[in-house]
Nanobody
Framework: VQLQASGGGLVQPGGSLRLSCAAS????????MGWFRQAPGKEREFVAY????????YYADSVKGRFTISRDNAKNTVYLQMNSLKPEDTAVYYC?????????????????WGQGTLVTVSS
């Protein structure tokens, strides 16, 4: 499956952005989806996860209550709505797809990755 992330940009603290990740190539509903991020000089970290049906989601503590992951299987797209953004949310955000099992917070559980989209939170 090929993944294309978009929607990043520059936003002021307290603002909102919605990231999108469009999938192509295989049956989208076969995949669990995740968002990860990597800040400058730091390791890539888990942000959010959604099951194939959208019925189950999970978030990193740092974004819980501010970010919402969702998916539209008819459009082969997963979204990350980010509200109340903070400067520490600045990072390149990656979407990823998992067709196998594995713990959703682990990078190694995902076989396919998008190219990343940069989110900068700054005044």
């Amino acid at each position: 499956v090929q993944l294309q992330a978009s929607g990043g940009g520059l936003v002021q603290p307290g603002g909102s952005l919605r990231l999108s990740c469009a999938a192509s190539g295989r049956t989208f509903t076969s995949y669990r989806m995740g968002w990860f991020r990597q800040a400058p000089g730091k390791e890539r970290e888990f942000v959010a996860y959604i099951s194939w049906s959208g019925g189950s989601t999970y978030y990193a503590d740092s974004v819980k209550g501010r970010f919402t992951i969702s998916r539209d299987n008819a459009k082969n797209t997963v979204y990350l709505q980010m509200n109340s953004l903070k400067p520490e949310d600045t990072a390149v955000y990656y979407c990823a797809a998992s067709g196998t099992g594995g713990i959703p917070i682990y990078i190694g559980s995902y076989e396919y990755w998008g190219q990343g989209t940069l989110v900068t939170v700054s005044s």
